[in-house]
């Protein structure tokens, strides 16, 4: 059943402009969240409707929102494929995940298929609105660099107007959230971009201590840069401070670690390949190690999100 509420300013229906007329669909079955969260949008001159049952993403489609908030109890089993669908194949649509408690391997799950922004119940609705709003701001800014000229670093062109990276003319395959992270770190232009930066300007609030979510998604976002351009290395780590992109030779980057390691302990790094090649091999178990070890990990693993 989808029960249509529309403002009482008809002339905000075409939902274009600015933030304050905006088109969104609500699907949720809590009457008293969606009857203060009607109220709400309806001050706001927002054109909004909600939906009390799943419907096909051909019809969420059809109807040209600028966001959707969606409750995953109300799609039950069907709830983690419905969402991939939902992200996949409406790109532009901004997708608030707003359900019951969750656990963190749940919400990496939700914010890995695409949803843009996940928010726990109970909640206020002010709290949904701003975010939808924040949402769809930072669409608009994306959209209007639509015309930009593709950014180049080693082998990999990131192209703005396609939502998407690229090595050699093939795509990396990014998710939105991918590729918004690569572009901010790029825009860097090889600055180091501390977490709580990264994590504030890509989902728009400040960040929890303690939340791992943007080492979460630059893990993702390194293996797929290395599994397809091998010979360089693109994001490297601050520890204790940050990420930083810059297109660098991976045997050049390794060496480089390698003899400020060795000179570190006291070695001659010109008489000591055998112990480099030892610090390379161990380069990267060094790094999961330091990433890894959390409760959040084991549940993203026992989960297979």
Avoid: N
């Amino acid at each position: 059943m989808t029960a249509g509420i529309l403002s009482k300013d008809e002339g905000v229906a075409s939902g274009a402009g600015t933030t304050s007329s905006l088109r969104i669909a609500v699907l949720d079955r809590d009457s008293g969240f969606i009857q203060v969260l009607s109220k709400r949008l309806d001050r706001l001159g927002w054109e909004h409707r909600v939906l009390a049952s799943p419907v096909p993403v051909e019809a969420v489609a059809a109807m040209r929102l600028s966001a959707i908030v969606v409750d995953l109890a109300v799609l039950g089993p069907q709830a983690w494929t419905w969402l991939e669908r939902l992200c996949g194949e409406l790109p532009d649509l901004g997708v608030i995940v707003c359900t019951g408690p969750s656990t963190v391997a749940q919400r990496v799950r939700g914010l890995r298929l695409g949803a843009d922004d996940w928010v726990s119940k109970p909640c206020h609705p002010e709290e949904v609105i701003a975010r939808a709003q924040g949402l769809v701001r930072r669409r608009r800014r994306i959209a209007g660099r639509a015309g930009s000229k593709p950014v180049s670093a080693g082998e990999v062109e990131i192209r703005s107007d396609r939502f998407q990276a690229f090595v050699r003319g093939d795509s990396l395959g990014l998710t939105r959230r991918e590729f918004e992270l690569i572009e901010l770190l790029a825009a860097g232009e090889g600055r180091v971009l501390e977490r709580e930066d990264i994590y504030s300007r890509l989902w728009g609030y400040a960040m929890v201590r303690g939340d791992r979510s943007v080492d979460v998604f630059v893990r993702k976002l390194r293996q797929k840069l290395e599994k397809a351009s091998p010979e360089w290395r693109y994001i490297h780590t601050h520890f204790g401070i940050g990420y930083r992109f810059a297109a660098e030779s991976a045997r050049a980057d390794l060496s480089a670690e390698a003899e400020q390691e060795l000179a570190a302990d006291g070695e001659d790094p010109s008489v000591s390949a055998g112990a480099a090649g030892l610090v390379l091999g161990d380069r990267d178990a060094r790094d999961q190690g330091k990433l890894g070890g959390t409760q959040q990990e084991y549940e993203l693993s026992a989960t297979g999100a």
